[in-house]
């Protein structure tokens, strides 16, 4: 073998050594050191999904004794989480509710991410209200720039303590089309309360 040959061997080899380490992510991101986020969702994330699971309804009412039922429609999905070279098609929960009665009566919990809660996440900023935490942190909440929210760690529902958000209009936002425009929500119960734009407070009896 000529010596120029053999020169070009090694140029070959080490080129091809160069991208078959700098591509190890797209076969196994472990074989880079790194550690892909874990693709199952915490068990505190799981408790704001719960609630909703084995039932078909959830039955509100207001203080004339008028009964809407709210239906529950559970999907699992999942979606990719992590970064490009290093992530993983993580599980994703999501509750909807919608009434029977009224069309734009809607309210979604979503949980994905490995604990991040999402509470209307696909439903329009400009018609409901929003917003989203991490289920490890119960103090931190970020809302949508038209809502405000906030965190009741000893709420008292029929003399039980739980753990619920209250989502309300933000100051000088205008939410006077929205029909849900107070929320109350509960890890252990779900959706409890809300105020459609008539001033109705709907509450949960079931």
């Given at each position: ?7 070009k061997s090694?140029?070959?080899?080490t ?6 380490l700098?591509?190890?992510?797209l076969?196994?991101?472990?074989d ?7 693709k199952e ?14 039932k078909?309804?959830?039955t509100?009412k207001d203080?004339d004794?008028?009964i809407d ?8 999905d999942?979606d990719f989480?992590g ?10 929960e999501?509750?909807q ?17 490995n604990?991040?809660?999402?509470f209307n996440?696909e439903?329009p900023?400009?018609?409901f ?6 289920a ?10 038209n809502?405000s929210a ?13 753990t619920?958000?209250?989502?309300r ?7 006077d089309t929205?029909?849900?425009q107070?929320?109350m929500v ?10 459609t734009k008539?001033?109705r407070?709907?509450?949960?009896f079931n």
């Amino acid at each position: 073998m000529s010596i120029r040959n053999s020169t070009k061997s090694a140029v070959l080899f080490t080129l091809f050594s160069i991208i078959l380490l700098s591509s190890c992510c797209l076969l196994s991101s472990k074989d880079c050191g790194c550690e892909p986020p874990d693709k199952e969702l915490t068990a505190e994330a799981q408790k704001w999904i719960t609630p909703y699971d084995g039932k078909e309804f959830l039955t509100f009412k207001d203080y004339d004794g008028n009964i809407d039922s709210l239906r529950i429609s559970r999907t699992s999905d999942t979606d990719f989480f992590g970064g490009e070279e290093c992530g993983t098609d993580a599980q994703v929960e999501i509750a909807q509710l919608s009434s029977d009665k009224y069309h734009d009566i809607l309210f979604t919990t979503t949980a994905k991410e490995n604990r991040r809660i999402i509470f209307n996440n696909e439903l329009p900023s400009d018609q409901f209200l929003g917003c989203e935490f991490f289920a490890d942190d119960d103090h931190t909440v970020f809302a949508r720039n038209n809502s405000s929210a906030e965190f009741k760690p000893d709420f008292q529902w029929n003399g039980l303590p739980i753990t619920a958000i209250n989502i309300r209009c933000a100051a000088g936002s205008n939410c006077d089309t929205f029909q849900m425009q107070n929320i109350m929500v509960s890890k252990e119960i779900g959706l409890l309360q809300y105020t459609t734009k008539d001033g109705r407070r709907w509450s949960r009896f079931n």
